[in-house]
């Protein structure tokens, strides 16, 4: 396959990486220098002054008697040997207002002793000299910095010339480094996950790194190949499935016409026709089972890729370093939701699938699809607007869940599909009676459009109008298949009405019970949930794997819990016997002994014991209703199914610190 070239933001980020390791090496190297130059300054200064205070001390102690007797020629003498030093420019002997002796360097000649106080190229000393304890007279002298400034010129000169070469140097093998452990590798990923964002899961993962990088490839691959796999099974179980039902209609037929004909075969046909059902039974319980093995198996890597990018994102990043995160956010929650899709299309086919009845405001629902909508159409510059008719009721009975969820759905296909124009959702009312009322929702874009000979097809599931929209747009056709069953759960239809070129409206209509204001529940107000601060828990992490392992560790650092990882069952269960935890969190398929046993292991010796049970989660990557049913009868708390994000983890955890479980979450909701 051939590579893409590589975007001007890549080489963006190259330079400005130059630039700041450019910066801080030199900031770091300079600012030695700079503390070595004024260091050897200060050392030069005082070597200078000790040396002016030795001669100005030698005075003191040799001048005395010359001075007191009036011998000028001594006081001459010693001048003359002061001068030997080439520091020295100006001495002098003073005794009353008498100079007995002074004598400077040639080029000052003819200047006083006041000339070099006020230098600051000159080091001045004046002392008295004494007999008896008497003033008798002054030696004054002038020590020159002339050889210290060149002195220190020289080594100013020499030091940033070594602290440039230090700097070339460093820089140029930090900037090696980082573009052979860093850039390079994250460019390439990031090539390979936007490539499989589009839609293109054949793109090539280079997963040789052997650090965090090449963690997150291999699992990113790992997933791609996961989804590439469920998807062409997934047809194949359909295809083996719909010729099971079609040999069972066959069959029933024949039997039937049969039965007609001769009566004495009754027996025979009607033991082929349960053969037969128990057939395609097993066929759709094999499905199922396929299915939620390949749900594990998918969550469970997707776990440490949605942990890991909602980590690097809290983290400080570059701009381009957050888009990079932010394609890996996306292309993992895209692939989630293709997953809940497949699980929600088998729950279906299924009938494991159930809507709840309960009270709710239409207008809360809408302001809050249409909110989530409005940010998509902003990114494309679409107009969008939800409107609901007057005489629509403000609160109706019915599964609130399940009608967000095929608004989504429409509500997102318009956007997805359309490129200039706007988006319009209306509600109105098709039809009343004394019990309820049958809504109907449209959804009008001005996109790319259906042609009329594939309006029936894109409600089937994996179809799409044509064959280059998946390529072009992505997505796998289950959201119109998914919201059809879901509209006929509700007791309504959905149809469609498009003109290729000009823009589609989706149609559909669900029914739902009204009363009169007296019989509405008054809910009780929803109030916020306070983010308080973790409790100090001492948690026990029932994980064999190292990433989602990594992942939990990662989210409750900074906070006041302290984690213990153990990487199969029979050696969590034991480490706990030796007490000392306030939480477990529990994954359910592990080696030498799984999370179901592990749980119940746990319960019967705390029941032994005579203690208070610890709270245990659930935090597995089996996400089906009745997995988290297993979790609860085999003695968890609470249910988390992977991937799990830091929010939900640390709302749980705040939950059962409280003394709350899902069973009493249950019982407060019904």
């Known amino acids: 396959m051939q590579h893409r070239a590589r975007l001007p933001r890549a080489d963006s980020l190259s330079r400005r990486a130059k630039l700041a390791q450019l910066a801080f090496i030199s900031a770091i190297v300079l600012v030695f220098s700079c503390a070595l130059i004024l ?56 005794t009353g207002r008498e100079v007995m002796a002074a004598k400077s360097r040639p080029r000052f000649t003819g200047h006083g002793y006041d000339y070099f106080t006020k230098d600051r190229r000159f080091i001045t000393k004046s002392v008295e000299i004494r007999k008896y304890g008497d003033w008798i007279g002054s030696f004054n002298l002038a020590v020159t910095t002339e050889g210290y400034v060149q002195e220190m010129a020289m080594y100013v000169g020499l030091t940033f010339a070594l602290a440039g070469l230090l700097i070339l140097t460093l820089t140029l093998a930090a900037v090696r480094y980082m573009r052979k452990h860093f850039l390079t590798p994250l460019m390439d990923l990031e090539e390979s996950a936007t490539t499989i964002a589009d839609g293109n899961l054949d793109a090539p993962i280079d997963t040789s790194a052997s650090n965090e990088l090449g963690s997150l490839a291999r699992a990113i691959d790992d997933m791609r190949q996961s989804v590439r796999h469920l998807i062409r099974d997934l047809q194949e179980a359909n295809a083996k499935l719909q010729n099971h039902q ?27 026709v349960r053969r ?48 990079y995160v932010d394609v890996f956010r996306t292309a993992g929650e895209n692939l989630l939701e293709i997953l809940d ?16 009845k309960t009270w709710f405001p239409l207008t809360e629902i809408l302001d809050r699809t249409c909110g989530v909508i409005q940010t998509k159409a902003s990114k494309k510059g679409l107009g969008l607007s939800c409107v609901a008719a007057p005489e629509v009721p403000a609160r ?24 200039a124009g706007s988006v319009a959702m209306n509600v109105d009312i098709a039809s009343r009676d004394d019990e309820g009322v049958v ?60 003109t290729p070129g000009k823009g589609s409206t989706f149609h559909f209509t669900a029914r739902f019970d009204t009363a009169r204001p007296e019989d509405v529940p008054v809910p009780e107000p929803v109030r916020p949930p306070e983010e308080d601060p973790l409790p100090p828990l ?21 906070t006041p819990c302290r984690m213990t990882v153990v990487e199969d069952g029979r050696s969590g269960v034991e480490l706990f016997k030796k007490g000392g935890w306030d939480l477990v969190l529990m994954d359910i398929q592990m080696p030498v002994m799984d999370g179901f046993e592990a749980t119940r292991a746990i319960r019967e010796w705390e029941r032994a014991q005579g203690l208070d049970p610890v709270p245990i989660v659930a935090m597995t990557a089996f996400a089906m209703d009745d997995d988290a049913r297993r979790c609860l009868e085999a003695g968890a708390d609470s249910h988390l199914p992977k991937p799990v994000k830091k929010s939900a983890l640390f709302a749980t955890i705040r939950r059962l610190a409280a003394g709350k479980t899902d069973q009493e979450e249950e019982t407060d909701h019904a």
């Open 246 to 272: 079609n040999s069972l209609e066959s069959t029933v037929k024949e039997r039937t016409e049969e039965l007609k004909r001769k009566n004495d075969s009754l027996n025979g046909a009607l033991e082929q």
């Open 396 to 419: 109706i009975n019915g599964d609130p869940t399940r009608l967000r969820q095929v608004l989504f759905n429409l509500l997102g296909n318009a956007i997805k599909f359309t490129d």
């Open 538 to 558: 001492n948690v026990l992490m029932f994980e064999d794997s190292r990433y989602n392992a990594f992942v939990a560790q990662t989210y409750l650092e900074g």
């Open 276 to 323: 037969a059902k128990q057939a395609a039974e097993v066929a759709n319980a094999a499905k199922s089972s396929f299915l939620a093995s390949m749900s594990h198996e998918i969550r469970t890597p997707m776990n440490a890729i949605l942990g890991m990018a909602d980590i690097l994102w809290e983290t400080e990043l570059s701009e381009d370093q957050a888009r």
């Open 439 to 498: 809504l109907h929702f449209s959804i009008t874009d001005t996109g790319v459009g259906v042609s009329g000979d594939k309006l029936g097809a894109i409600f089937e599931a994996f179809t799409q109008a044509d064959s280059s929209t998946t390529r072009q747009f992505g997505g796998t056709g289950l959201g119109l298949a998914i919201s059809k069953e879901l509209v006929q759960m509700m007791g309504g239809r959905i149809w469609a009405e498009s």
């Open 341 to 356: 899709d497949i699980l929600d299309l088998s729950k279906i086919e299924a009938g494991h699938l159930t809507l709840e």
């Open 39 to 94: 260091f050897n300054a200060y050392r030069l200064h005082v070597r200078l002054s000790e040396r002016a205070d030795s001669i100005a001390h030698l005075a003191r102690t040799s001048l005395a008697s010359a001075v007191w007797q009036v011998d000028y020629a001594s006081a001459r003498d010693f001048i003359d040997a002061v001068l030997q030093d080439d520091t020295v420019a100006f001495a002098q002997v003073v």
